[in-house]
């Protein structure tokens, strides 16, 4: 697996403790357990933790290659949590006590540099031993982490893929509704693809095989160009500069795509940022009004239409605050949701996450959904969507909002709508994909993130 030197070679601007030594390489891990306990105690996402911005003061303190370092040591030790769990208590003579969760991070880090990182093992063992000894809760247990960083390196080779056969890198409550909902054998496929890195896909302006060529990838079945792992930033590949291009998963790149004829009509984004379907609604000449609740999230939107060159109008409110008789001919509502079809890419969405968060989820998408009908004309298109695996946020929500509002209907997908979306569709024509959708026959050239998305038209 690739990741940033491991070389420790810079102390933090800020260091971690008063009492915290400057040894190379240690406030990096420091700054991966602490996150990783806001992540699993706290539920703070990874990406609001590791925000350039507005992140987590250690983390941004870090210089920018050990940034990079602690990314790739959290998504490790989050993608294969259980796994290195697994393995951690194998070598334990008895259970850590629950009130040990910061040994417990401190193992984790350290098994995942250990385990699945192109890291000096020695170096990991040091820095993890370093990290106990240098936190009071931690201090007498410092020979104890030694010991079992120390097996694991000993035995990783043979203990290793016997581990990863056997565990389940998923929390229960996630594993058990996506048996309910897929059965056994798409459930194994689901959570095999999450242990792969995603793919990065692109929706281009045109050309895709062209720019498939251009960017070193593939064209995927729905005609997405896909790279299986871009050399150099993204700001630095053929075609950013000029807006050619966007990131987007060729599944998020379908919903817009179910809109019929939208040229010249006046279409609202009613969750838009960072704006990769409002841009695919601007590209096909609608009128498009960008609703976004967040001010920082909208300014990213605007900055990335500006370098698309493309043109929108930008409204900063709440959906629900918006006139009923806004009068627009269609909207898309790509709703906020619990995100598990993006684990792939944000492995902390299943350990941040539970089965509460799911229901007030779907409890909220109901509600901007009845307000996403309000702002059509009866015979307006409602394309609602979102990026999760759960039944709640899709198929049922849409159940139980039929049978309740009575004032749409669902306008199905045909298969021959758009190339290569027949094997997406249910039954009644929505769009569902999985990560184990697109079996391109390379695991890291394949998968979809997880979406729902159904085609509605208001009857009354
Ligand atoms: C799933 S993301 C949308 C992704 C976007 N459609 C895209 O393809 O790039 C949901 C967005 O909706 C925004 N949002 C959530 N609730 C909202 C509300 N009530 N009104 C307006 N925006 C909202 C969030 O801030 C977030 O940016």
Redesign the pocket.
């Known amino acids: 697996m690739n990741t940033p030197a491991s070389a420790p070679r810079k102390t933090s601007k800020i260091r971690q403790k008063a009492d915290t030594p400057d040894i190379p390489g240690l406030a990096v891990r420091q700054t991966a357990a602490k996150l990783l306990a806001a992540i699993v105690e706290q539920k703070t996402s990874l990406d609001g933790l590791t925000d350039e911005q507005h992140g987590q003061p250690h983390y941004r303190a870090l210089d920018s290659r050990d940034r990079g370092l602690v990314r790739a040591i959290l998504l490790t030790a989050l993608r294969y949590r259980r796994t290195i769990e697994a393995l951690i208590e194998r070598r334990l003579e008895r259970p850590l006590p629950g009130n040990a969760t910061t040994l417990s991070h401190i193992l984790h880090v350290g098994a995942a540099q250990i385990l699945f990182l192109d890291l000096p093992d020695h170096a990991a063992v040091d820095l993890a031993v370093e990290h106990a000894k240098h936190d009071p809760r931690t201090r007498r247990f410092a020979n104890l982490v030694n010991a079992i960083l120390r097996t694991l390196i000993r035995i990783k080779e043979r203990a290793l893929p016997a581990a990863l056969a056997q565990t389940v890198d998923a929390p229960d409550w996630f594993v058990e509704r996506m048996r309910q909902t897929y059965g056994e054998e798409k459930t194994k496929a689901i959570l095999a693809a999450h242990r792969v890195e995603a793919p990065l896909d692109f929706t281009v302006k045109e050309n895709a095989a062209e720019w498939a060529k251009t960017l070193g990838g593939i064209t995927t079945p729905t005609g997405s160009v896909r790279v299986s792992k871009p050399e150099g930033a993204i700001s630095t590949l053929p075609g950013y500069e000029e807006g050619a291009w966007w990131i ?1 998963d060729a599944a ?1 790149a379908l919903p817009v795509r179910l809109f019929k004829n939208i040229s010249g009509k006046s279409v609202a ?10 841009a695919q609604l601007a590209v096909r000449g609608a009128e498009v009004t960008a ?4 001010a920082n ?1 909208l300014r990213r939107l605007q900055e990335n239409f500006a370098r698309l060159r493309l043109d929108a109008s930008f409204v900063h ?4 605050d918006l006139p009923d008789e806004a009068g627009f001919d269609a909207v898309l509502l ?4 619990s995100s598990t079809g993006t684990v792939r890419r944000h492995p902390d969405v299943l350990w941040a996450k539970d089965v509460s968060d799911i229901e007030k989820l779907a409890d909220l998408q109901y509600k ?1 959904l009845q307000k996403a009908v309000s702002l059509v004309p009866v015979g307006g298109t409602i394309v609602f969507s ?2 999760s695996l759960d039944r709640l946020e899709g198929e049922a929500l849409i159940d139980r909002f039929i049978a309740t509002e009575k004032n749409v209907k669902i306008d199905a997908i045909e298969p021959d709508e758009i190339e290569g979306i027949a094997p997406l569709l249910t039954e009644r024509g929505e769009l569902r994909s999985t990560p184990a959708d697109f079996d391109l026959g390379f695991p890291q050239l394949s998968g979809l993130d997880g979406f729902y998305a159904v085609r509605l038209n208001r009857t009354r």
Do not use: H
């Not at 609703?291 to 967040?294: C, F, N």
């Not at 790509?334 to 949701?337: E, I, L, T």
């Open positions: 987007q998020a984004d009613l969750c838009a940022a960072p704006g990769g379907k409002t609703v976004e609740q967040s999230r409110s709440n959906l629900l790509d709703a906020p949701c901007l979102n990026c």
